[in-house]
């Protein structure tokens, strides 16, 4: 009786075994999808990621829930974009590491959009690879090569943003500031209706300056954001008799675009076909 139970017993404890193994596996949580993808891009099949913020969420907005608070707590490390944005995350007391993808980036103020720019994009990757990599010692071999993969594609998607840099006319007409980091790294200007904040409604003044703004540098397009509420933009361009044109902050990617392939690169990629509208 005792050798059938033994029988029975070392193969379930052998299964336990396996199961505790795959349950132990490392734990990032990233904030929102372009650092999701980003980290995804290094990490590969290496370790699980889970992303909180979902793409119709606002993640200047965004408040995690209690469920994503404790995903967050007993996560090895949380990878989020910057201080001046994902601040819900700072008072998380993970069992791990804290990653600010943009800690090397040299900030525009308290801008956090960062990740809009190629360039800056391009130093998220390499400062999370190197903050993984130290994370997990095992991993670095597989992280930097394939970060190193993923890099190629975004110093392809820099160079062709660069030829920007050579236009005549540099400046464009945004619905909210968000695309400072972006215009700075190509030499480019931007105009924004609203600040930081995309929900704070310029007054009729200020539009009207805006619209003198626009006449003086010739400006016969407004920029609008796909993924926001775009009244603001829609009343100036009215009142400009301009074109409006829709721009992506690349803050999330619904289910549609995933399956359609679109990613954080194919977006900005859009976002350049968009500015060509303009900048000439």
Not at 234 to 256: H, P
Request: glycine share 4%; hydrophobic share 40%.
């Amino acid at each position: 009786m005792k050798k059938v139970l033994l029988a029975l017993v070392i193969p379930a404890l052998v299964f336990l075994a396996g199961c505790q193994k795959t349950a132990s596996k490392p734990e990032v949580v990233t904030t929102f999808e372009p650092m999701y993808e980003f980290t995804k891009a290094i990490v590969g099949d290496k370790i699980n990621v889970e992303n909180i913020v979902a793409s119709n969420q606002e993640i200047h907005e965004f408040e995690p829930s209690a469920k994503q608070v404790a995903t967050m707590t007993n996560a090895k490390v949380i990878i989020y974009n910057s201080n001046d944005l994902e601040k819900w995350v700072l008072p998380i007391k993970n069992k791990g590491i804290k990653v600010e993808a943009s800690a090397t980036v040299d900030k525009i103020k308290d801008d956090p959009h960062t990740w809009i720019s190629p360039k800056e994009a391009i130093k998220e990757v390499d400062y999370i690879t190197e903050q993984l990599s130290k994370k997990f010692p095992d991993d670095k071999k597989a992280f930097e090569k394939n970060a190193s993969a993923y890099l190629v594609k975004l110093k392809k998607l820099d160079a062709e943003f660069d030829t920007l840099k050579d236009a005549k006319q540099k400046t464009f007409i945004t619905q909210h500031e968000a695309f400072s980091y972006l215009a700075r790294d190509y030499g480019l200007h931007e105009i924004a209706i609203a600040g930081l904040d995309p929900d704070v409604e310029p007054s009729p003044s200020a539009l009207a300056k805006l619209k003198v703004e626009m006449e003086k540098a010739g400006l016969k397009n407004v920029y609008f954001e796909n993924n926001a509420n775009s009244k603001i933009a829609e009343t100036l361009a009215k009142s400009a008799g301009a074109k409006l044109i829709g721009i992506n902050t690349v803050e999330g990617l619904s289910d549609a675009q995933k399956k359609a392939g679109e990613t954080y690169i194919t977006l900005m990629q859009e976002n350049l076909t968009a500015l060509k509208e303009t900048i000439k």
